[in-house]
């Protein structure tokens, strides 16, 4: 195996702005700114509560700076249209979501820096499963609303510029861990320097997708190039991250193995361009020594992997000397790593990480942060990236909707949608009920 580390190649230069659509967020306002069985998504990442959670601190309300700005941008806009109460989706006991049952609670006030949402479409994530169950990184005082991430139209400012420029917008938005109601509800107070304001044409489906997984394969695309590798490893790689993620290292020209369990998910990944060679189906002999020849002929450096237990080991094993093995997610049962041979970490000089996104962004400044955020969401709207779902359930659905996504994972997304259904989404969701 090679012990030198690959040089860079102009191909990884600029991996991070492979777009730079129009995008209106912060940065463009003047003047200031695991689960195991069939699941094969990763669990643990999401990128809420990236900075601190102070509303009042992050709100941007320097209006005196700001030229051509009425002077009511700063004061909070009433909203006589809004309902007295709202549906939610709460969780009781941090059990995974059995406890989770649909109820009324008051619409919230958005205050100064925030926005009042109403939801379109909330996506459940691996994220959400892990938060289900209290093994997230943030925990909230029960009850509360779960939910990370969502897309639908802003009806309220609580005051500031970057709020009152968002009224009446669609935007993609993720929550901060300070507010006790999540994005499964029909609204959501969210911080204006959260939200995403998309362009009219863009898919609010797709949009409400945006964050959680795409931003995490941004962030992945981001380390591959401060590694200077040409090529990387990715374990549960027929999850909604993964086709993602195969995506951007395409486009980047970046040589990207998949790690799957089983056939039919290499025809998956195969149909998306992934080559058949850098396909690793773990279901058949000989696959460890298969990962290791591939990782070493592409000049895989880098690996991330969603599952945890003895696959990391055997990924870790599989990686040429001086590359680093990041552990983001823990799809296996045990919750543990294991099989790393101390020998490897002394003399090829692997290292082994924990990676969550929202630790790699939280120092990173807003403008930066929301200029990530706008330009992966217009990808993500204009169809850059496979964004499948399997399920659009009303909130009545609650758990059975949370079950159906993790028995088959790989399947799609399962969409919350606190509106009314289209005929046939009301009808998958009447034979899943019948069933």
């Not at 020209?253 to 195969?270: A, K």
């Amino acid at each position: 195996m090679s012990a030198e580390q690959p040089e860079a190649t102009p191909a990884h230069a600029d991996v991070t702005s492979t777009e730079a659509p129009a995008v209106e967020t912060a940065a463009d306002a003047p003047a200031d700114a695991g689960a195991e069985g069939a699941a094969t998504e990763p669990v643990g990442n999401s990128v809420a509560a990236t900075t601190e959670d102070d509303p009042q601190a992050a709100a941007t309300t320097d209006a005196a700076s700001a030229e051509n700005v009425p002077a009511e941008a700063t004061e909070p806009t009433p909203a006589t249209d809004l309902p007295a109460e709202m549906s939610v989706l709460e969780l009781q006991e941090y059990d995974g979501g059995d406890s989770m049952i649909a109820k009324k609670l008051p619409v919230p006030v958005p205050k100064s820096g925030e926005v009042l949402v109403r939801v379109a479409f909330s996506p459940v994530n691996p994220s959400d499963l892990s938060f289900l169950l209290g093994n997230y990184g943030v925990k909230k005082e029960l009850p509360c609303v779960p939910g990370f991430e969502g897309s639908g139209v802003v009806v309220q400012s609580g005051g500031g510029l970057l709020a009152w420029r968002l009224k009446g917008a669609p935007v993609a938005f993720y929550t901060d861990a300070a507010h006790q109601t999540g994005t499964w509800a029909e609204y959501v107070v969210v911080r204006a320097d959260r939200c995403i304001k998309l362009d009219a044409s863009w898919d609010l489906e797709k949009c409400s997708m945006s964050v959680v997984n795409p931003i995490t394969a941004q962030c992945f695309m981001e380390i591959i190039a401060a590694k200077r590798s040409k090529g990387a490893i990715h374990t549960a790689a027929a999850s909604a991250l993964g086709k993602v993620f195969l995506t951007m290292c395409a486009t980047a020209n970046v040589e990207l193995i998949n790690v799957v369990r089983r056939s039919e998910q290499v025809d998956q990944i195969v149909k998306l361009g992934a080559k058949p060679e850098n396909c690793i189906n773990t279901s058949q002999e000989g696959w460890e020594a298969k990962l290791a020849e591939r990782a070493e002929a592409v000049g895989a450096h880098v690996a991330f992997d969603a599952v945890g237990g003895q696959l990391a080991g055997a990924v870790f094993r599989a990686l040429p000397s001086r590359s680093t093995l990041y552990v983001y997610g823990s799809l296996d049962a045990s919750g543990i790593c294991d099989g790393f041979p101390v020998s490897d970490l002394i003399f090829s000089e692997k290292k082994i990480e924990g990676f969550w996104a929202s630790a790699y962004l939280k120092h990173r400044n807003i403008i930066s942060l929301l200029s990530m955020t706008g330009r992966v969401a217009a990808q993500v709207g204009r169809g850059s990236f496979p964004m499948e779902v399997q399920l659009h359930a009303p909130l009545s659905l609650a758990g059975r909707a949370v079950t159906t996504y993790k028995e088959n994972m790989s399947k799609g997304k399962v969409l919350f949608v606190p509106g009314e259904l289209k005929p046939e989404w009301q009808k998958q969701v009447d034979e899943l009920q019948v069933d």
